[in-house]
């Protein structure tokens, strides 16, 4: 079993930066973002392999948000800039136990409960 903790949210101005990070508690290969905001569906924003080789953003957030993970620390992170109050969401780390990326809520084996980033205009 593997536990997920995110932290990092908050509430920013829209322009502003904002990094999350994901601590797991044990091995990882594949992991993502995803969000949820009020009334909508989770949604997948980014994906990065073990090796960090590779990494995959929906459309919407390409340019202004960064995955990244620190394997040694066991740490995943989105390094979110250029906000917009339509990021606003409950952010979640997902990990799994494949190698490939994947962008669907089914490719994850572990969720973290989420923290909330909220951007107003």
């Known amino acids: 079993q593997v536990q997920l903790v995110e932290s990092g949210g908050g509430l920013v101005q829209a322009g502003g930066s904002l990094r999350l990070s994901c601590a797991a508690s044990?091995?990882?290969?594949?992991m993502g973002w995803f969000r949820q905001a009020p009334g909508k569906e989770r949604e997948f924003v980014a994906a990065i392999s073990w090796s960090a080789g590779s990494t995959y953003y929906v459309d919407s957030v390409k340019g202004r948000f960064t995955i990244s993970r620190d394997n040694a620390k066991k740490t995943l992170y989105l390094q979110m800039t250029s906000l917009k109050p339509e990021d606003t969401a409950v952010y979640y780390c997902a990990a799994s136990f494949r190698t490939g990326l994947t962008t669907g809520t089914t490719g994850y084996d572990y969720w973290g409960q989420g923290t909330q980033v909220t951007v107003s205009s």
């Open positions: 044990g091995r990882t290969f594949s």
